[in-house]
């Protein structure tokens, strides 16, 4: 089974802090996602890979920033933290191959992170 | 663009009976359209998928689902709820025709109670 894992499953910061969420997969795949989960909302795209080094901006990108040097390997940045950030954050990766989702394409989600900035 | 609206943020229903969780999209082209499931402390898993195949979808579980066009609607069902499909539920949409459309959108989600 493919294995998505988040580093860590809750975290406290404060406002202004720089914030790293690390995420990485075992199975070597191209796409690699990172969602927040709010109550009412649903899931709302932050960023996503389709290869190292590259990023595409999603739906709500401002505020963060993403990098990805390896493969399995996607952080989520948080370069000064706002209280409006506390959120549970989502990554998720998958086996398509480039910008556009296939038919055979699944998306495996990590556990979470509960990110809450005080 | 894409959208999907979930109607009901939670349902409960008895055990045993009929599970329908409603999901409604918009779309200007064929969608992919996806459930997933959330149990508690755990990230998203899929249940099943319409990728522009056959209508009604079985997914794992015993929860299945039905494309239908006319009503722009994609709602899961399950004949007999079980104890452990307590959970929340997200329906989601994609445009797999837009280039750099990568990108599931979520529904607000419904949380499914079953009682005992």
């Known amino acids: 089974d493919v294995k998505v894992t988040q580093s860590s499953r809750y975290l406290v910061k404060r406002t202004g802090e720089k914030v790293f969420l690390e995420c990485v997969q075992d199975m070597d795949h191209e796409n690699m996602f990172w969602y927040r989960q709010d109550p009412g909302l649903g899931l709302r795209l932050i960023y996503f890979?389709?290869?190292?080094?590259?990023?595409e901006k999603g739906d709500i990108p401002e505020g963060y920033s993403v990098s990805r040097e390896k493969k399995e390997r996607f952080s989520l940045i948080l370069e000064s933290a706002s209280t409006n950030q506390t959120s549970m954050y989502l990554c998720a990766s998958s086996s398509g191959a480039g910008p556009i989702l296939s038919t055979n394409e699944k998306l495996f989600f990590g556990s979470g992170t509960q990110l809450s900035v005080l | 663009a894409q959208s999907v609206t979930q109607l009901g943020s939670h349902v409960s229903v008895s055990e045993g009976a009929l599970v329908l969780l409603r999901c409604n999209y918009s779309s200007s082209v064929p969608p992919y359209l996806f459930w997933y499931v959330q149990y508690p402390n755990q990230g998203l898993q899929l249940l099943l998928k319409?990728?522009?195949?056959?209508?009604l979808v079985k997914g794992i579980n015993g929860f299945e689902a039905e494309f239908k066009k006319s009503e722009t609607s994609f709602h899961l069902t399950k004949p007999s709820a079980h104890m452990s499909d307590a959970a929340e539920y997200f329906c989601a949409v994609t445009n797999p025709a837009v280039t750099g459309a990568n990108n599931l959108f979520f529904g607000t989600g419904t949380r499914l109670t079953v009682i005992p």
């Open positions: 890979s389709y290869d190292v080094k590259m990023k």
């Open positions: 319409y990728t522009s195949a056959a209508t």
